[in-house]
């Protein structure tokens, strides 16, 4: 049997309906994703958000409510795990202190990993702009919605 990798993604929206989302280079590979990242063991969820929040932005988030949980099989484009996403709105109480570019993919010459964060106005984000099909799939729950609940 596989190894399982629970993943937990936020979807920030801010006062002027922009989404946040994170270009990252890692293992060779440029990635386009929403913030988050790997549960560490003995971590909830919430807990695991949070952290991710406080590593990448230096920011303190307010969980607002669940979004989407994975439902089908996603294998992770880095090993054999299993990849189990589950995706929150939030909302940042702290102003985020991370690096911001307007372009995509704008990273630091030669600096591997790295990851810079990218505004997006919400009815601009195409899903086909997210590398990953599970993020895909929760945006277009969250897009769904009549309400966004913001």
Known sequence: ?????????????ND??????????EYGMAFTKFPGGGLEYGEGLLAGLVREFEEECEADIEIIRHIHTTDVFFQSAFNE???IGVYYLVKSKDPLSCRFSKIAFDFEY?????????????EELNENDLTFEMDRVAWRVFMSENSHGL
């Not at 309906?17 to 994170?22: D, G, H, P």
């Not at 030669?110 to 919400?122: I, L």
């Open 1 to 13: 049997m596989g190894n399982f990798n629970i993943r937990v993604y936020g979807i920030l929206i």
């Open 81 to 83: 795990s299993q990849v």
């Open 110 to 122: 030669g600096k591997e990993p790295d990851q810079v964060f990218r505004w997006v106005p919400m």
């Open 16 to 25: 002027t309906q922009e989404v946040l989302i994170s270009d990252e280079r």
